[in-house]
């Protein structure tokens, strides 16, 4: 499974666009990209996934250079409530059968006023 | 889109005792359910991969007679801790992935267990 590396954390102030960055080198072909959301005490959120270009949902944008050997997670005008733990994570199947989960550390973005 | 169910919430027991913590899926079916531990301030760590029908896969320094999962049907998963000490407190979460769906994995809401 591909090693995901992101910063461990990351400050904000409300309104302002945050954009994280995953490195994973060793993505395989058949990788997707996968970013999940956790609050405190609570289960991992799905955000959004992609292979590769950008992806665009409607709480976030997902961009993947053509190598495919980081990603970024765009966050559009963040709010308190955005405050909470990301995970990029990589090796999911798509299709077929499922196939395991590895986080890594996650980036904590903090959201002030 | 996919929902994961996890019950209970939250456990308080006493060290020596077991606890089961429920995992499923209400609007789709699930072959394969897995397992996670999250200690405070840390990532997910995956304990095992429940798999219906069969036996479930420990991974790497989980011991698989403490952890019990079985996984009878497409729907539930279970995990009991056996024989908890104060060492096992933790936030269990579940997840699973609807095949039919574009949301890639679903979590359960994650069950702190408390051993006194």
């Known amino acids: 499974l591909a090693k995901t590396t992101q910063p461990i954390s990351m400050d904000s102030y409300e309104g302002q666009e945050v954009n994280i960055t995953c490195s994973h080198n060793n993505i395989a072909t058949n990788d997707y990209i996968t970013w999940y959301q956790q609050f405190p005490s609570q289960g991992p959120r799905f955000i959004i996934q992609g292979y590769k270009t950008k992806v665009t949902n409607e709480v976030a944008s997902l961009f993947i250079p053509a190598d495919r050997k980081s990603s970024t997670l765009s966050l559009p005008r963040v709010s308190l409530s955005d405050t909470a733990v990301y995970y990029c994570l990589v090796g999911t199947s798509y299709t077929g059968t499922a196939s395991k989960l590895t986080f890594g550390t996650g980036t904590r973005l903090q959201v002030t006023l | 889109g996919a929902v994961v169910s996890q019950h209970p919430s939250r456990v308080i027991c006493k060290s020596g005792t077991s606890v089961k913590i429920e995992c499923r899926s209400l609007d789709f079916q699930a072959t394969t359910m897995f397992w996670y531990r999250q200690f405070p301030k840390q990532s997910l760590m995956l304990m095992a991969t429940?798999?219906?029908?069969?036996?479930?896969?420990?991974e790497q320094g989980v011991e698989k007679d403490k952890f019990l999962i079985n996984h009878a049907s497409l729907t539930l998963s279970t995990l009991t801790v056996t024989s908890a000490h104060p060492e096992d407190s933790s936030f269990y979460i579940c997840?699973?992935?609807?095949?039919?769906?574009?949301?890639?994995?679903?979590f359960g809401s994650g069950t702190r267990l408390t051993v006194v």
């Open positions: 997840s699973a992935r609807d095949s039919q769906g574009d949301y890639g994995y679903t």
């Open positions: 429940s798999n219906e029908g069969s036996k479930a896969t420990y």
